[in-house]
């Protein structure tokens, strides 16, 4: 079995994968930690990542269409020698036939990294790569609260700084939706305490902008409340701002799947109760909260889950405009459902 655990994960990217893996599938609800980790994968293992003929970049519905398509680009040597990698984006077809006629030939030295989104563990592709000893499937859940305190020191370290206690437990409080969210608030943090030494909690107060309270989480919570109005203005405030439509899905997605498990795990709760037990959600989002898991039960969670990864795939493929398109008309049949069902 070659199926990471969460909590191995990063020892194993500060190591580096085993040279004889073929493959290495990265999967999970949060879409900006595994565009992240396929990113450094499929870069790190050549000497310039710029270089088009030494990082191959295929969607991976042209892989459905074409499963030969795969063996061929991991056989073929560059252009100027040295090691190749092939880096498959997200896509919405099956490519387990494309990715089983990679691990049944000889090895080649290519590493292929695969980037998909949150996998049952009985996906053909996820149950492939987690059987066979030349592939490594590396699930990408939200961070927890260790996760994101590491993450926060070794971005600032990298910038020769270092934080507060108190500071990294405010900053670390309005994290953790989405991993690309998250990096953008600790980066313009330490934009603003650029050389100062040490970053306190009125620098973290002064510029890191909540997320839990941010237009992002207005927007999803307007959406998941069926407050429609609220959710069309919060999207047009949302794009003003120049955010990225897929990391707005991806937030929203994620704040569904934890929607969803606090329902189930709640079961027979009032939602009061059940908002009670939400670790890290702030207070002034709490009321919102609640009306949110009472207007949704877990099949109508499961059908809004599926509806914002569709979109996210979507979103990663387009242009930034239809992009937009895409995630606003989800936002609004998220608010519709909502709005019916209350």
């Known amino acids: 079995m070659t199926a990471v655990k969460a909590g191995e994960v990063e020892g194993l990217l500060r190591r580096g994968p085993d040279p004889r893996i073929a493959v290495i599938l990265v999967y999970g609800p949060d879409t900006g930690l595994v565009a992240e980790r396929a990113r450094k994968l499929a870069e790190s293992a050549v000497e310039d990542p710029s270089d088009p003929f030494a990082l191959v970049k295929i969607d ?28 498959v984006r997200p896509g919405s077809r099956p490519i387990a036939p494309a990715v089983d006629l990679v691990l049944k030939a000889e090895p080649t030295g290519t590493r292929i990294v695969i980037e998909a989104g949150d996998l049952a563990k009985s996906a053909p592709l996820r149950a492939l790569c987690e059987r066979s000893p030349r592939a490594l499937a590396i699930p990408c859940y939200p961070d927890d609260a260790g996760q994101l305190a590491d993450l926060i020191d070794r971005t600032l370290k990298a910038e020769g700084l270092r934080i507060s206690r108190e500071a990294r437990e405010t900053l670390a409080a309005g994290l953790g939706g989405d991993r690309r969210a998250s990096l953008g608030e600790i980066e313009k ?82 939602p009061s109760a059940m908002v009670a037990g939400w670790r890290g959600l702030h207070f002034r989002r709490q009321r919102t909260v609640e009306t949110q898991l009472a207007r949704w039960n877990a099949e109508g969670l499961r059908r809004s889950v599926g509806l914002l990864q569709e979109a996210v795939l979507a979103c990663r493929r387009s242009e930034a405009g239809f992009a937009h398109a895409v995630a606003l008309d989800t936002v609004l049949k998220l608010a519709a459902e909502a709005n019916r069902r209350g």
Request: glycine share 14%; hydrophobic share 45%.
């Open 60 to 87: 991976a519905d042209v892989l459905a269409g074409d499963p030969g398509r795969l063996i061929d680009e991991a056989g073929t040597v560059g252009l100027f020698g040295g090691q190749r990698s092939v880096w």
């Open 189 to 270: 943090l330490a934009l603003y305490a650029r050389g100062q030494g040490e970053i306190t909690l009125d620098d973290v107060e002064a510029v890191a902008s909540d997320v839990s309270g941010s237009v992002l989480n207005a927007l999803i919570d307007a959406a998941f409340a069926g407050r429609l109005g609220d959710a069309e203005r919060q999207y047009r405030r949302f794009q003003v701002e120049g955010m990225d439509a897929s990391v707005m899905l991806g937030s929203a997605l994620r704040h569904a799947l934890t929607l969803l498990a606090t329902r189930i795990d709640g079961e027979g709760k009032s």
